[in-house]
């Protein structure tokens, strides 16, 4: 895993003689390792423990270089010396964070996922299944008492989406003209120019 050879870089950076500090270390693994974990962290949270077991032992042995502990100490100081959470709860509060920006999207397709009756009663029936990312944050959600927490809406990004004005940006070619490089062209040219705007907006105020 690219993950696991990057621990040699901490290794190489925690030498007894010379090498970077604590802080240093923590601020590398954050930056090089623990970025690579996040990344789609809301999809494989779906695995089975087995299998996130290995990104545990990959987090557990990083912390263990970055704070110079001993191959025995428990966890759980490791997570409280180096002021890191337990990559279960940080995938608990990245996937919460994940559903509040998708709340304050109007229209975002995860806002109207939900999963069927049929299909509630059989991951009821059999709890070893897990549920989907929309079950899993709402349950999550809901047991943080945070499912009523009122979210605002952004409407920023709304024209780029307005069916009506993709429309008009393609009204002037022709079906057999069309291609996804054109669309690709156009969608660009519209979308760098509507930041350009919002850009000059924000330095005049």
């Given at each position: 895993?690219k ?35 996040d ?66 999207v ?67 070619f ?8 054109l ?23």
């Amino acid at each position: 895993m690219k993950c696991e050879r990057s621990l040699n870089i901490l290794k190489d950076l925690s030498r007894t003689t010379w090498g970077a500090d604590r802080t240093s270390l923590l601020r590398i693994y954050q930056a090089v390792i623990l970025s690579s974990i996040d990344y789609g962290c809301m999809v494989y949270g779906s695995a089975r423990p087995t299998v996130l077991g290995r990104l545990d032992t990959i987090h557990h042995s990083a912390l263990r270089i970055c704070t110079g502990a001993f191959r025995t100490s428990p966890v759980e100081s490791l997570h409280n010396i180096s002021h890191q959470l337990p990559l279960d709860s940080r995938r608990q509060k990245i996937s919460a964070l994940y559903s509040f920006r998708a709340h304050s999207v109007r229209n975002h397709p995860i806002n109207r996922l939900s999963l069927p009756a049929g299909l509630r009663r059989l991951y009821a029936a059999r709890p070893s299944h897990i549920l989907p990312l929309c079950e899993r944050t709402k349950m999550l959600l809901h047991d943080s008492d945070l499912n009523n927490v009122s979210v605002q809406l952004s409407d920023l990004f709304q024209d780029l989406i307005n069916p009506q004005l993709l429309r008009l940006l393609f009204n002037n070619f022709s079906p057999p003209s069309l291609s996804v490089f054109l669309f690709r062209t156009n969608f660009y040219r519209r979308l760098e120019i509507r930041w350009t705007c919002w850009l000059w907006c924000g330095i005049s105020i």
